[in-house]
């Protein structure tokens, strides 16, 4: 069983990490049952918010602004991660939304990893839900700030030893077995500077406030803006 891992959890605008972004990584560092030392870093994604995220996490347009992107935060949650072993609720979510963006600015993050939600489906079968917020009533866990990344990687760790001293002596602690973690990614070209022009030419064409800094887009992402744009708006005439 893991005696040092590093329990992570981000916060973002949407579920797909293809086209969301992360807003918050929280993550705390555990060695021999205690915790060593804590990250937390708000992250500007270049976007407005939506109303549920900011009424869910409690983070806001305003907290965000002069936030580091996450191509500046990430180096720094690197180094705070080291080689250690990840630890998450719903790690895959977390480990995809990372891992895509590790990759993108040529960093490598291939990781063990344990999973408190697969574990507790296992020890803690028929049970309604197997959320964050409800296995830590089930365990009188107190999280006041939840859906703060932070907060919730230190739930995610009381919920690991919860889970462990559940577990002691029954033939399941094989569920606490660090296994590789798999999520397969490409790297993604950023905007290219003709997309920026063409971009922001089609916003001010259109009077559409879109609330979103062009140069944090990928080359894909911007494609898509820009055809939807075209098929909603229209082109610019008389331009290609």
């Given amino acids: 069983m893991a005696e040092k891992f590093v329990a992570v959890d981000i916060e973002t605008t949407g579920l797909n990490p293809t086209t969301e972004r992360i807003i918050e990584i929280g993550a705390v560092s555990v060695e021999n049952g205690k915790i060593t030392g804590e ?6 994604p270049g ?13 806001t347009d305003a907290m965000l602004e002069n936030a580091l992107t996450i191509q500046e ?9 080291g080689e250690d072993i990840l630890l998450g609720h719903h790690l895959s979510f ?13 960093g490598n993050f291939e ?8 574990i507790a489906r296992k020890a803690l079968p028929g049970l309604e839900s197997y959320s ?15 859906h703060r990344a932070c907060d ?5 760790v009381e919920l690991y030893f919860c889970l462990k001293e559940e577990c002691y002596g029954k033939e399941i602690d094989s569920l606490f077995v660090p296994k590789q973690l798999i999520c ?48 909603n708006y229209g082109k610019i005439p008389g331009r290609r």
């Fill in 184 to 231: 397969r990614v490409k790297k993604e070209s950023p905007i290219t500077d003709a997309q920026v022009k063409y971009l922001y030419a089609l916003l001010d064409y259109h009077k559409i406030d879109l609330k979103i800094q062009a140069e944090s887009l990928t080359k894909s992402e911007a494609s898509r803006i820009i055809d939807g744009i075209i098929l």
């Fill in 73 to 81: 935060a990430l180096p720094h949650f690197l180094e705070f991660v």
């Fill in 39 to 44: 990250f937390d870093m708000l992250i500007n």
């Fill in 94 to 106: 977390d480990y995809s939304f990372l891992k895509k963006n590790i990759v993108n600015i040529r």
């Fill in 132 to 146: 964050l917020s409800s296995l830590c009533g089930h365990y009188h866990i107190k999280n006041v700030h939840a």
């Fill in 152 to 156: 919730d990687a230190r739930a995610t």
């Fill in 47 to 59: 976007r407005q918010l939506s109303s549920f995220i900011t009424g869910l996490t409690g983070i």
């Fill in 111 to 118: 990781r063990l990893g344990m999973d408190t939600l697969k």
